[in-house]
């Protein structure tokens, strides 16, 4: 998924309401493409885990289709 597509950000806006409550101020966007898009680095580490999540059950069910 490329860190400037729509699924990238409605990925990230997902994120966001399931994780509302917690810091989720963003980086400048040229630092997303190493991977830091939050400023907490808990809540990056976070969103890391359910980016994967997401290309982990998108690859599943692409496999699935095939």
Same mark, same amino acid.
């Given at each position: ?13 997902? %994120? !966001?309401?399931?994780? +509302? *409550?917690?810091? #989720?101020? =963003?980086?400048?966007?040229? /630092? ?14 976070? %969103? !890391?885990?359910?980016? +994967? *999540?997401?290309? #982990?059950? =998108?690859?599943?069910?692409? /496999?699935?289709?095939?």
């Amino acid at each position: 998924m490329q860190i400037t597509s729509q699924e990238h950000y409605d990925l990230i806006a997902q %994120f !966001d309401r399931q994780f +509302k *409550g917690w810091r #989720l101020d =963003k980086e400048p966007k040229t /630092l997303w493409p190493r991977g830091v898009i939050y400023q907490d680095g808990h809540v990056n580490q976070l %969103f !890391d885990a359910f980016r +994967k *999540g997401y290309a #982990l059950h =998108k690859g599943i069910t692409n /496999l699935k289709d095939a």
